[in-house]
């Protein structure tokens, strides 16, 4: 079954803590990216990975961090320097460039 | 900066009525423009991907046409059906295969 994973789906976290989502996929894509939603907006770009072991800022990449060890997984961290962390989390792969992105389910993440 | 903006916020329609998104955007060079259904606390499905030198796509009861030089893009829906409630986003693609999105339009198709 082809596609991309986000774990877990609802994620609480204490104001100051550090929290890292997941995002795997099996589609064998190059290139991965996070992005946020909030209410009644669209999706902003957060990271970016065109490659194993690069990456690029997006749009809103203060208070979080990215790594790209492995091609199937692009875990985002999102840190205590982040202002506002409440909002929706989603994960999307495309084989590579101008090729159609697929989105995870996402995970939403509530700090308080 | 791109901006993208959909027009309207929300609509809502009987059922079997067909019915126009619309979706415009200020930086004309863009690669791609595609639109995607989001459900309630879901993830985004990929309905039509417009190719920049594409006019229009067509998928079943779905088409989406593209017209670049206007900065305009627009989804009909045919025969609408409650199924077809949901939030719809519109969102360019530009150089590195980043997406700008729309606010999206939500969707209501009452039975």
């Known amino acids: 079954d082809g596609g991309i994973t986000q774990s877990p789906k609802y994620l609480f976290r204490k104001e100051g803590q550090n929290v890292t989502l997941s995002c795997e996929q099996n589609l064998n894509h190059d290139a991965m990216y996070w992005y946020r939603q909030d209410p009644g907006q669209g999706l902003r770009l957060i990271y970016y990975s065109q490659i194993v072991n690069d990456f690029q800022k997006g749009d809103i990449a203060e208070g979080y961090s990215v790594s790209r060890e492995k091609k199937e997984s692009f875990p985002l961290t999102v840190t205590s320097a982040q202002k506002n962390p409440t909002a929706f989390y989603l994960c999307?792969?495309?084989?590579?460039?101008?090729?159609?992105?697929?989105f995870g389910p996402g995970t939403r993440l509530t700090v308080t | 900066k791109q901006e993208v903006t959909q027009i309207p916020a929300a609509l809502s329609v009987p059922e079997g009525e067909n019915l126009v998104l619309n979706c415009s955007f200020t930086d004309s060079a863009i690669y791609n423009l595609q639109w995607f259904r989001q459900d309630p606390g879901k993830g985004l499905t990929s309905l039509l991907l417009?190719?920049?030198?594409?006019r229009e796509q067509t998928s079943g009861r779905l088409n989406a046409s593209l017209d670049k030089s206007s900065g305009r893009s627009t989804l009909y829906i045919a025969a609408s059906q409650p199924g077809d409630s949901a939030t719809y986003l519109c969102?360019?693609?530009?150089?590195?295969?980043?997406?700008?999105f729309g606010a999206g339009t939500i969707l209501r198709v009452k039975s």
């Open positions: 969102a360019v693609i530009e150089y590195g295969n980043k997406l700008v």
């Open positions: 999307a792969s495309s084989q590579g460039f101008s090729y159609e992105q697929y």
């Open positions: 417009i190719q920049s030198s594409q």
